[in-house]
């Protein structure tokens, strides 16, 4: 493979060794081009990842920020500092209303995604969502279509998908470097869930923080402070979030749905604890089994998934000859060697005696927000759209269903949209909260 060249695993292993990191690189064009015209822009979100968002699509030099949006007014000081001219809403269906722009990032809790991206789609914005895409399956298929019909720009927030660290596993993978595809093994450390019950209290209500508009579409209920729901902790929450496996699972999960061309699951097993009333679980071990690729050695491809202190057994991690197993990523397991993908770092090949003067591809990255912004300018197309990024999020959320299933394997019909265990179909879609419907939702 005359392609695949640059450092050696040996010379990588040194850098790694004192601390060094890869940083993505941004493609001079990107920066470079003289503006063609402007990208009128509004946030969803104010503070954390929205804050995040915010600054890097804005560094675009052809971006104007508009507008932002937090339904909490006390989380919005970034913006005012940073984008003095800015106007600040509480509510962001009165942004919509009032304001002219032609894209949005949604970077609000997981439930909120899929009303805010198909309000603002259905008023003919583009749209950047955090991920997960969605909260529910139906959801996704919704918003796929809708952005697809009416030719909108769409981009789901795994922006390492745009890093040379993933794009250079990718074309390894594809490269035949490592064979056929066997099985593929991906884990992370955290444990977004909770196993204690629901603290049977009420608290007031912080005066900056419109709590109505913080549920949104899900169901009433009373504010919890101690942040049980709000700022840090509603990941945690079955009606809010979508656990550890929603958290990371789009990330993770990306460069092997990119590498093997995967789409749909056949089948998903949970071999974990399930969730309680309120909260998600903790130590998730999903077996997920994908009909094979031209990538995959057999007819059927598994992708096995852990976090919290659940992780590769010592058959998988003796691959590794003697290396410590990363902190999260993936482990591909080929006909003709295995590559590590630690999360957000480039890959390695194994074994060592055939891999040690391997010469590794030099590949280039890019801003995943350039990329939106300039899709949406005509210049470009996203690479994680909602036609790649909806199939790769259904996974991951039909992975959280299996969990409320333990030990149970779950037949699923990616045509007719349903599993066939009737009993697992209700948690494919929610009804919305009266007063907070969507149309098409």
């Excluded at 010469?359 to 300018?377: I, K, M, N, T």
Aim: charged share 20%; hydrophobic share 35%; proline share 6%.
């Amino acid at each position: 493979m005359n392609h695949l060249q640059n450092q050696s695993r040996r010379a990588f292993l040194k850098t790694i060794g004192t601390g060094a990191i890869i940083a993505p690189f941004v493609t001079r064009d990107l920066i470079a081009r003289p503006p063609m015209n402007r990208l009128r822009h509004a946030s969803i979100g104010a503070s954390g990842m929205a804050w995040h968002d915010i600054a890097e699509i804005a560094k675009h030099p052809d971006v104007d920020l508009i507008a932002g949006a937090d339904v909490d007014l006390s989380r919005t000081g970034n913006v005012k500092k940073n984008y003095p001219h800015a106007r600040i809403y509480q509510d962001w269906r009165r942004l919509l209303q009032k304001e002219k722009v032609d894209s949005v990032n949604v970077s609000t809790p997981d439930h909120m995604h899929a009303p805010v991206a198909m309000t603002a789609m259905q008023m003919g914005k583009h749209v950047y969502v955090q991920k997960p895409m969605a909260h529910e399956v139906f959801e996704i298929r919704q918003l796929a279509s809708v952005a697809k019909s009416r030719g909108l720009v769409s981009q789901m927030g795994i922006q390492i998908h745009s890093t040379n660290h993933y794009k250079m596993a990718v074309l390894l993978i594809q490269a035949g470097a490592i064979g056929k595809i066997k099985e593929v093994h991906s884990w992370v450390p955290k444990s977004w869930g909770d196993t204690s019950p629901k603290p049977d209290r009420q608290d007031p209500v912080p005066e900056t923080l419109d709590w109505n508009g913080w549920l949104g579409v899900a169901a009433d209920r009373p504010f919890i402070g101690d942040k049980y729901y709000h700022p840090s902790n509603w990941r945690n929450r079955l009606d809010f979030g979508t656990g550890t496996l929603g958290d990371m699972g789009c990330h993770i999960f990306d460069p092997v749905f990119g590498a093997l061309d995967l789409r749909s699951p056949i089948e998903i097993r949970s071999e974990g604890n399930p969730p309680n009333e309120w909260n998600w679980s903790i130590d998730s071990r999903i077996v997920y089994k994908f009909e094979g690729t031209k990538r995959t050695e057999g007819k059927t491809l598994t992708l096995t998934w852990y976090d919290g202190r659940q992780g590769p057994g010592q058959d998988v991690k003796k691959l590794l000859e003697g290396d410590p197993l990363p902190n999260a990523g993936s482990i591909f397991v080929g006909t003709q060697g295995t590559m590590v993908l630690p999360h957000v770092n480039r890959p390695l090949l194994y074994p060592d005696a055939k891999f040690e003067s391997f010469l590794y591809p030099e590949v280039a990255g890019e801003s995943h927000y350039f990329r939106f912004v300039d899709a949406c300018l005509g210049r470009a197309k996203t690479t994680a759209g909602f036609d790649y990024s909806g199939p790769l999020t259904e996974a991951v959320l039909l992975g959280t269903i299996a969990t409320r299933f333990p030990q149970t394997g779950l037949k699923w019909n990616s045509k007719q949209m349903s599993f066939e265990q009737s009993e697992a179909n209700r948690h494919l879609k929610r009804t919305y909260r009266s007063g907070w419907e969507v149309q098409g939702l």
